[in-house]
């Protein structure tokens, strides 16, 4: 593997930092406010907006984690600068670092924009893989970042925690291409795992399976995503259990949360 500049490294670490600070103020704006909510024994900060005189709450993260808890007490210093980050997206692809293809960059959008990354759902797989370069200081090969489908997980347990849910899932990924279809599971007709596109382009949700092999077959109910269920997979707990925040070099740079 070839390594890339200090320099370039240090602007995919700034250009990380600054897409997920634009996530935050694109996600929550002046008309809200933050509150901690204790659920068992744990503290969570959720956003509170008031919609045609109710109230709405929208899941944000644990107190715990450092940087969501910093972004929520510098949330009024928060600025958008998207033109200045797509520049920097220019420059990280000609120094080598890899481009998505136009559709994994397009549904990564559109997975972040209905709140997936912020109801802790992680990439996995080959499309991560294309987000470990800037971290790692090197230039991966590109024969290696190469896809046609995208596998994206959560536990089931935070899935029905977190009071809050995505959109539709197929409305967002139509929102992508208008050709995206449920592929119906050969085990369960109600529950939905798959969603193709008519260029056979394929998104999965999956989730770890921590019980019996019994379950191994049967897609689990995630309230979290917009309707779609997940497949179990034995040991993905150990993959997404520490999870790595970084950025995907499309347009501004999308916010991702990609296996550790």
């Known amino acids: 593997l070839t390594t890339i500049t200090l320099a370039t490294q240090t602007m995919f670490a700034e250009l990380t930092q600054r897409a997920l600070d634009a996530e935050f103020d694109e996600l ?150 208008s050709t995206f279809e449920a592929v119906p599971d050969l085990t369960d007709r109600i529950r939905v795992t798959r969603f193709r596109a008519k260029n056979g382009y394929l998104v999965e949700f999956l989730t770890p399976n921590r019980g019996s092999d019994d379950y191994a077959d049967s897609p689990a109910d995630m309230p979290a995503l917009g309707g779609a269920s997940a497949q179990p997979m034995r040991y993905l707990d150990y993959l997404i259990y520490e999870p790595v925040r970084s950025v995907m070099l499309y347009k501004g740079g999308i916010p991702v949360t990609v296996e550790g």
């Open 28 to 177: 929550y704006d002046e008309r809200g406010l933050f509150k901690r909510r204790r659920i068992k024994t744990r503290e969570y900060w959720y956003y509170q907006r008031s919609v045609e005189g109710r109230k709405s709450y929208s899941y944000v993260g644990p107190v715990c984690d450092g940087d969501i808890t910093q972004r929520v007490e510098h949330f009024w210093e928060i600025k958008s600068d998207f033109n200045q980050r797509r520049e920097m997206v220019r420059a990280l692809l000609a120094a080598g670092l890899p481009a998505p293809d136009q559709m994994t960059g397009a549904v990564a959008e559109a997975l972040w924009k209905a709140g997936f990354f912020r109801l802790r759902g992680v990439l996995i797989g080959t499309t991560a893989f294309q987000c470990y370069g800037g971290i790692l200081g090197v230039r991966l090969p590109s024969t290696s970042l190469m896809t046609q489908d995208m596998d994206a997980a959560q536990f089931y347990d935070i899935s029905h925690m977190v009071g809050d849910s995505m959109p539709p899932i197929l409305d967002v990924l139509r929102e992508v291409d």
